[in-house]
């Protein structure tokens, strides 16, 4: 089984200031790593994915994440927010064997709150 | 395309009362599911469907019951609601690949609340 571990629910961060938020998996078989984001009373949006290749994966809104299998970590950053990134984020892991079902196991969500 | 629908956005019910959360989609998509969200759990899975007429449970099914009969539409009913059902709950929906992973749509979410 797998699991997800964000262990910050919280970042602060003035705008135009780099971020970075945490994700930590935990799968005794491949994964594919997802961030999503939830901005405020909406669903979520596929926000960047890994599903093999480059390490380094980006958005079309400045985020990236890379994976990292020997840790286990899956981090977003973005080196200067906007106020418009203010949201939820969410970490997901989805395992390369269930592939036909597309399950997804999230991770609690960080709120990434950007200040003036 | 609507994408994912889903109705209604809010609704309040009483405790030992039933209803059926609505979602449907017309991507034809064979994968749908079912999530609750709650503060400080992320997203949790209910049920989810692979296709028409084929359900399975997922982390959180207890209390809750699904059936495919279209290909489009995916309800979710509660049929004795309790205050630990009061939750946003989210329905998703994808094409189903047995060798790649589908990028899965969500809808905007239901708001219920039991008291």
């Known amino acids: 089984a797998q699991s997800v571990t964000q262990l910050d629910s919280q970042v602060p961060v003035f705008e135009e200031a780099p971020v970075e938020l945490r994700c930590n998996y935990s799968?005794?078989?491949?994964?594919?790593l997802f961030w999503y984001v939830q901005y405020p009373n909406q669903g979520l949006q596929l926000l960047l994915k890994?599903?093999?290749?480059?390490?380094l994966v980006e958005s079309i809104n400045g985020f990236e994440a890379e994976f990292n299998k020997s840790q286990t970590s899956f981090h977003l950053r973005k080196p200067s927010v906007h106020i418009s990134d203010t949201a939820e984020y969410f970490c997901?892991?989805?395992?390369?064997?269930?592939?036909?079902?597309?399950?997804?196991?999230f991770g609690t969500g960080t709120l990434l709150a950007v200040q003036p | 395309n609507a994408g994912v629908t889903q109705t209604p956005k809010f609704q309040v019910l009483k405790t030992g009362q039933s209803m059926t959360l609505q979602c449907a989609q017309d991507?034809?998509?064979?994968?749908m599911s079912w999530y609750r969200q709650d503060p400080g759990m992320g997203l949790r899975l209910i049920h989810y469907?692979?296709?028409?007429?084929?359900?399975d449970q997922g982390e959180v099914p207890n209390g809750y019951n699904v059936s495919r009969s279209t290909t489009e539409d995916f309800p979710l009913r509660l049929l004795s609601a309790a205050p630990s059902q009061t939750s946003v709950y989210f329905c998703?929906?994808?094409?189903?690949?047995?060798?790649?992973?589908?990028?899965?749509?969500f809808g905007p979410g239901t708001r219920l609340t039991v008291l």
């Open positions: 991507m034809n998509h064979e994968y």
């Open positions: 890994y599903l093999s290749g480059s390490t």
């Open positions: 998703a929906s994808s094409y189903s690949g047995l060798s790649s992973y589908n990028e899965q749509f």
């Open positions: 469907s692979v296709g028409a007429g084929i359900t």
């Open positions: 997901a892991v989805s395992d390369q064997v269930s592939g036909a079902t597309n399950k997804l196991i």
């Open positions: 799968s005794s078989v491949s994964v594919y």
